[in-house]
C-alpha cells in the first residue's frame, strides 16, 4: 500500500480571497437563522450566491460560522448538484442531458454552444460572462432539450437557436 507524501495545507487549488463585504454579508445571514442545526444547505445556498461558487474558503468559512467541519460542508456541497466549487459565468448555461433530452438534440445544442462560446463543458468564457455545464434531469421531458441561461429557461432548444439566445444576453449587457 502506497502512502500519501502530501501536506496537509497543501491546497487542492489556487488559493482565493474572499471579498470581505460578502464574507461579513454571510457572517449577519447566518448570525440571524433561527438554529444552526438543520440549516447547512441555507447557508451554503446564501454563501453561494454571495461568492457565486464555493471554493474551498468558502467553505471553511461556512464550516466555522455554522460550528461544523469542513467534511461535513463539503459532504453537502458535493452531493448537491446545484452547488459548485468551480466559478460560474455571469450567465451560467446548463444544459439537460437527461435521456428525452439527448434523444431530441442535446448533444447538438451542447456543441453549438461550445462552439460559439470557445469553451467546453465547465469553463468560463474569458470576459466572464458564461460558462457551460450539463444536468442529468430536469424533469421537464416532454420539453426537451431544456437548458437554462441564468434564471431564464429555454425548451425545446435547436442548435440553430444558439445563436439567438446568445444574442439576447448580448442586448441584455447594453
Known amino acids: 500500500m502506497q502512502s ?5 495545507s497543501a491546497p487542492l487549488s489556487p488559493r482565493i480571497h474572499l471579498p470581505e ?3 461579513r454579508e454571510l457572517e449577519r445571514f447566518i448570525a440571524n437563522l433561527p438554529a444552526k442545526d438543520g440549516h447547512l444547505v441555507t447557508a451554503l445556498h446564501k454563501a453561494q450566491s454571495l461568492y ?4 474551498v474558503e ?3 468559512t461556512v464550516a466555522r460560522l455554522m ?5 461535513q460542508v463539503y459532504g453537502v456541497v458535493s452531493f448537491y448538484s446545484y452547488f459548485s466549487m468551480l466559478p460560474k459565468g455571469r450567465y451560467p448555461i446548463s444544459i439537460c442531458k437527461g435521456t428525452a433530452c439527448f434523444v431530441q438534440g442535446a448533444e447538438k445544442v451542447i456543441d453549438s454552444f461550445k462552439a460559439e462560446l470557445g469553451v467546453e463543458i465547465g469553463e468560463v468564457t474569458a470576459d466572464g460572462r ?7 434531469c430536469v ?6 432539450p431544456v437548458l437554462t441561461v441564468g434564471e431564464k429557461t429555454y425548451t425545446a432548444v ?4 444558439v445563436k439567438e439566445i446568445l444574442a439576447h444576453f448580448d442586448a441584455e449587457q447594453e
Do not use: N, W
Not at 500519501?4 to 496537509?8: I, R, T, V
Open 4 to 8: 500519501c507524501h502530501c501536506s496537509e
Open 52 to 55: 457565486g461558487y464555493l471554493p
Open 130 to 136: 458564461f460558462s457551460i455545464d450539463v444536468l442529468r
Open 58 to 60: 468558502a467553505q471553511k
Open 67 to 71: 460550528g461544523t467541519s469542513l467534511s
Open 21 to 23: 463585504a460578502e464574507t
Open 139 to 144: 424533469g421537464a421531458c416532454a420539453l426537451a
Open 158 to 161: 435547436t442548435a440553430d437557436q
